[in-house]
T-cell receptor
Framework: DAGVIQSPRHEVTEMGQEVTLRCKPI?????LFWYRQTMMRGLELLIY????????DSGMPEDRFSAKMPNASFSTLKIQPSEPRDSAVYFC?????????????FGPGTRLLVL | SQELEQSPQSLIVQEGKNLTINCTSS?????LYWYKQKYGEGLIFLMM?????EEKSHEKITAKLDEKKQQSSLHITASQPSHAGIYLC????????????FGKGTHLIIQP
């Protein structure tokens, strides 16, 4: 299996521009998570989906952030308009169905720099 | 909300020495995950602990969860340069496949 795939790996943009991050979970995994990592705040959960349905988006910073999962193999995290404080590494993770707690497998992350 | 405290924040260890990283929760843990992150890369799953008193080992890394399920330790024996990186503990407080809450991480440097 190729693991969780994220694109782009690096993104540099100017303040005010729209940014779209993409994630392809591991096939067969029906949970998908978006995390953001910064030096100041560490790794934080933004939103997660189960069977393509958003379950908890309480971690989404503000209305500028939105996430979608149109099908089981693809999710996007969009920031519009972007701000310098959005600069961070954004990780996508997925886990497979089962009973109880399931291990989350992380993608390589997208490094976002907003100038 | 669940809070995880990791200690130490950073650690410099001479190659070949043993070391321990701690992760303490303010609440009972349904599951405790240990991940390793190399600088500039994603998180690599190491181990998951679920039961009080549970202990797991993988190569030279051993993780334990205390009986009260509020504290976990990660122990590395005879450290090697390949062990360098950031170690993160993540907690599941919902008892299911919810998003994880992570500690701030421990930066481990191995000196040759």
């Amino acid at each position: 299996d190729a693991g969780v795939i994220q694109s782009p790996r690096h993104e540099v943009t100017e303040m005010g521009q729209e940014v779209t991050l993409r994630c392809k979970p591991i096939s067969g995994h029906d949970y998908l998570f978006w995390y953001r990592q910064t030096m100041m705040r560490g790794l934080e959960l933004l939103i997660y989906f189960n069977n393509n349905v958003p379950i908890d988006d309480s971690g989404m910073p503000e209305d500028r952030f939105s996430a979608k999962m149109p099908n089981a193999s693809f999710s996007t995290l969009k920031i519009q308009p972007s701000e310098p404080r959005d600069s961070a590494v954004y990780f996508c993770a997925s886990s497979r169905p089962g009973q109880g707690i399931e291990t989350q497998y992380f993608g390589p992350g997208t490094r976002l720099l907003v100038l | 909300s669940q809070e995880l405290e990791q200690s130490p924040q950073s650690l410099i260890v001479q190659e070949g020495k043993n070391l321990t990283i701690n992760c303490t929760s303010s609440k009972t843990l349904y599951g405790l995950y240990w991940y390793k992150q190399k600088y500039g890369e994603g998180l690599i799953f190491l181990m998951m602990l679920q039961k009080g008193g549970e202990e797991k080992s993988h190569e030279k890394i051993t993780a334990k969860l205390d009986e009260k399920k509020q504290q976990s330790s990660l122990h590395i024996t005879a450290s090697q340069p390949s062990h360098a990186g950031i170690y993160l503990c993540g907690a599941d407080t919902g008892g299911g496949a919810d998003g994880l809450t992570f500690g701030k991480g421990t930066h481990l440097i191995i000196q040759p």
